[in-house]
């Protein structure tokens, strides 16, 4: 399958700072990458919609401006979460998609995910 | 997006086939079926999806119902590597979400 990476694996900083976790499709372009969030014992929350060369797409109670979610290139997806604070702490995932032949349907693979721990 | 049901957890013996019911009653005919499973503290992992017709690959089998409002996913032989939370997932083709529900715990054991 494709493979998605994401960077750093995990990272802890201090109240008030931000951190940018990059997103990368390693094998394939992505048109549209996601972005989701899990906090401990729950599933997986979709955040935003990332599309190469266009702004974001942010599910409802996303604040977009504490998260900053930059497409840039057909490889790579950053999503910064600015002034962080404790209840910020969380597992965060990208995923990539991929179209299928015919385009009828397509596939999100996943990144490894990034721990966050604001202090 | 039509939503699933998926008992919360199963237990299976190492060596045995793994089925993972999911039942999807109110799928419309433009929705697939994908399954998709998470090891602690990684990235869901993509395994199958299909529309009407049975699917294998390496990973797993997908059995649809000929009416499509319930599907099997087969692990053909469970290994320990296999405990996962396992999520069925019903979505429109192209660019839609992937909507998470609370999935099924596999504990594969000796």
């Known amino acids: 399958g494709a493979v998605v990476s994401q960077h750093p694996s995990w990272v802890i900083c201090k109240s008030g700072t931000s951190v940018k976790i990059e997103c990368r499709s390693l094998d394939f372009q992505a048109t549209t990458m996601f972005w989701y969030r899990q906090f401990p014992k729950q599933s997986l929350m979709l955040m935003a919609t990332s599309n190469e060369g266009s702004k974001a797409t942010y599910e409802q109670g996303v604040e977009k401006d504490k998260f900053l979610i930059n497409h840039a290139s057909l490889t790579l997806s950053t999503l910064t979460v600015t002034s962080a604070h404790p209840e910020d702490s969380s597992f965060y995932i990208c995923?990539?998609?991929?179209?299928?032949?015919?385009?009828?349907?397509?596939?999100?693979?996943f990144g490894p995910g990034t721990r966050l721990t604001v202090l | 997006d039509a939503k699933t049901t998926q008992p919360p957890s199963m237990d299976c013996a190492e060596g045995r086939a793994a089925n993972l019911p999911c039942n999807h009653s109110t799928i419309s005919g433009n929705e697939y079926v994908y399954w998709y499973r998470q090891i602690h503290s990684q990235g869901p992992q993509y395994i199958i999806h299909g529309l009407k017709n049975n699917e294998t690959n390496e990973m797993a089998s997908l059995i649809i119902t000929e009416d499509r409002k319930s599907s099997t996913l087969i692990l053909p032989h469970a290994t320990l590597r296999d405990t996962a939370v396992y999520y069925c997932?019903?979505?429109?083709?192209?660019?839609?979400?992937?909507?998470f529900g609370t999935g099924t715990r596999l504990q594969v054991t000796l």
């Open positions: 995923s990539a998609r991929i179209p299928s032949a015919g385009a009828k349907t397509d596939t999100q693979y």
């Open positions: 997932i019903v979505r429109t083709g192209t660019a839609s979400k992937l909507t």
